[in-house]
């Protein structure tokens, strides 16, 4: 009985004594920084397409309140002359500005995001609901969008002003 009450009192002592020791801090080196990924360039076949035949250009804005129709031919083409050859990165800080939609005679053809603030310019379109292309925005497209969102803000505020002068 001395036995085992000595040795558990010897195993309570070098367990207390272990636990003095201090412990070595663990440092690891930080996780590398993945590059973004990049998806591929719209096929220059399908732009050529909506180039010939696009009939539509809709864009839906997220936090703007209007949205835009282009159904003329040359602003047709205007928009998908907006549509850079330069595959773009997925930048994971980069949040989508709304929706655009390409279409032919009534069928869509090409749609997905449009992302438009500091270091993000650029469209990801989707096939079924996957992303699939990643395109940059040309710079007559950040121009227009510039243009465009400036001018929808300026038409807001006089009708807020408009509106409180009755």
Known sequence: MKQVFYSIMLAL???????????????????????????????LAELEKLWQEGTQVDYIFYNYP???????????????????EAPAPLKPECKPMGRVTYQIRGEITLEGEFFFSQGCTYFVFEKNRVKTYANFMTDDAIKYFNGQIQQAIQLQKQMEQGGGQQ
């Open 13 to 43: 002592i070098l367990t207390a004594c272990n636990q003095d020791k201090p412990t070595q801090p663990t440092t690891s080196a930080p996780p590398p920084v993945a590059p973004a990924a990049t998806l591929p360039s719209v096929p």
């Open 66 to 84: 209007f949205t835009m129709s282009l159904s003329d031919k040359p602003a047709v083409q205007n928009a998908v002359r907006h549509i850079s």
